[in-house]
């Protein structure tokens, strides 16, 4: 669900706090979020989504199972290693998003657990890409795991939803543009729970990004966004402009209750680069951290083709 970055100098000396625009999905001013979200995917690309309507018991569950799941010993994670669906557990220093720049061999010190849409074995669909059925763990090893994923699933299909209404409208598009059963009715909708090992099982070396060693290396997102949730463990950085030498990189503070958004190369291109997929990464402190990514795309059969309200003569298609 992400690509790599170029390879590239870095400043990390002295990250700041980056300053993100909060979009509320209860905001009856529907011209000020459309406002709000236009301005900040033409400046970065991330921005806060609050009042969604997640309950927040809901959330802190995900989280508590979450742990749960990453607690359990590693031959049991095992058991549940992911599959050619992308589908299940994936270890620790299981990826390198950052090749270029993860120097030495070292891989990103995270594992995680992916979670799709649900396809039988034996529907015509499961023989596409991304489709099929989950993994799911033993239900009296965790009881309640699969039914509290499976709800937050269509819960965070829900506001992705949402959110992509209004990235239509700030694109001067149609507000149920993304809405048919091609686009997001019936999409590619990817749950990814996340485990950023602490100093401690890391050997201490995950706070010397420097030496190309990090929670998650430099990558944008290949799809159309993606919803972050976090714990209260600062980490995930962003670089707004990818060309600079060299990157200057920020960090985006956790917000209670908030979802983390951001866009990815697929809406970029779609929007002929108007709009922004950013590089980030996580850097960790020694501290572990959990974090929930929600990775949207639509379906298989749509088109993906520089939109109209996108190009004009001095900006054809690229």
């Given at each position: 669900m992400a690509k790599r970055s170029p390879e590239a100098a870095t400043d990390t000396s002295a990250a700041k706090i980056t300053s993100l625009n909060r979009i509320s999905l209860s905001e009856p001013d529907i011209d000020k979020s459309v406002s709000l979200l236009k301005q900040a995917c033409l400046d970065s690309g991330f921005f806060y989504v609050v009042d969604h309507g997640i309950d927040k018991k809901l959330m802190e569950e995900v989280f508590a199972q979450s742990k749960f799941f990453f607690d359990l010993p590693l031959d049991e994670k095992m058991k549940l290693l992911r599959n050619k669906k992308s589908r299940g557990y994936t270890p620790t220093l299981d990826e390198t998003l950052d090749p270029d720049n993860q120097i030495s061999g070292n891989c990103d010190y995270k594992e995680g657990y992916y979670i799709g849409v649900e396809v039988s074995e034996d529907d015509p669909q499961a023989e596409k890409p991304f489709y099929g059925p989950n993994l799911w763990p033993p239900a009296d090893l965790l009881p309640g795991w699969r039914e509290t994923m499976e709800i937050y699933h269509k819960e965070a299909l829900r506001v992705a939803q949402a959110v992509a209404r209004i990235i239509a409208r700030a694109l001067d598009l149609d507000a149920d543009f993304f809405d048919s059963p091609v686009m997001l009715g019936e999409p590619i909708a990817t749950l990814r729970l996340l485990h950023y090992e602490g100093a401690k099982q890391a050997i201490g070396k995950i706070t010397n990004p420097e030496k190309g060693i990090f929670g998650a290396g430099a990558h944008s997102d290949y799809g159309l966004l993606t919803l972050l949730a976090t714990d209260d463990v600062i980490g995930l950085q962003i670089c707004k402009d990818k060309d600079a030498r060299p990157q200057v990189w920020e960090y985006v503070e956790p917000l209670s209750g908030a979802f983390i958004v951001n866009l990815g190369d697929m809406l970029e291109r779609w929007s002929n680069g108007i709009f922004r997929s950013t590089l980030h990464r996580v850097i960790l402190d020694g501290r572990e951290r959990y974090s929930i990514a929600y990775f949207v795309e639509p379906s298989?059969?749509?088109?993906?083709?520089?939109?109209?309200?996108?190009?004009?003569?001095?900006?054809?298609p690229k």
């Open positions: 298989h059969e749509c088109l993906v083709e520089c939109l109209t309200t996108c190009k004009s003569e001095t900006n054809p």
